[in-house]
């Protein structure tokens, strides 16, 4: 049997986290998402409220992938999930500069006072307009220590990739 690790996976909204959890997740996930009713409906559809949960097992290990919601008014499930973490996910948009701004601030939160391993993850690197990852990586101030992942959260191998990269940090 091998090692059991709870993951965080956070971002701003619309990076990505429901899709990447569902892609890699051995079991149907339990997501609490639920009709968009404001502005940002133009966006997509719905969003996560709650958290999303997942988990894949690779190599024996066991990840259990937690999801947070990506709207600041549901900010208070961030604290709620990432207790007893082992290492975080920060996932990010790499088509949405604007979003990097809030992208530095989550790693502010979920890393602070704790010496959490963690991964930004740049998903949507398959779109023409995606930023690369070193330049996520300039944006969100990160040096040698900050490690900037590329991702297609639709892509089983993508995501396999992020956990495996992710497994040495823990």
Request: hydrophobic share 40%; aromatic share 8%; glycine share 8%.
């Amino acid at each position: 049997m091998g090692n059991v690790y709870k993951v965080v996976v956070a971002g701003p909204f619309n990076a990505g986290k429901t899709e990447f959890i569902r892609t890699i997740s051995d079991i149907p996930i339990v997501s609490t998402e639920r009709r968009i009713t404001d502005h940002l409906r133009s966006v997509k559809q719905e969003t996560t409220v709650a958290m999303d949960y997942g988990q894949v097992r690779l190599e024996g290990d066991l990840f259990h992938l937690y999801g947070t919601p990506g709207q600041s008014r549901f900010d208070f499930m961030w604290d709620i999930l990432g207790r007893e973490m082992q290492a975080f996910i920060l996932l990010v948009d790499s088509c949405d500069r604007a979003g990097l701004v809030e992208a530095k601030r989550l790693i502010r939160i979920f890393h602070r006072n704790r010496h959490i391993p963690y991964l930004v993850v740049a998903n949507k690197q398959d779109l023409d307009r995606a930023i690369s990852v070193e330049v996520v990586g300039e944006a969100l101030g990160l040096d040698d220590r900050g490690l900037v992942v590329p991702c297609v959260a639709i892509k089983k191998s993508s995501v396999r990739n992020v956990l495996k990269e992710l497994e040495p940090l823990i």
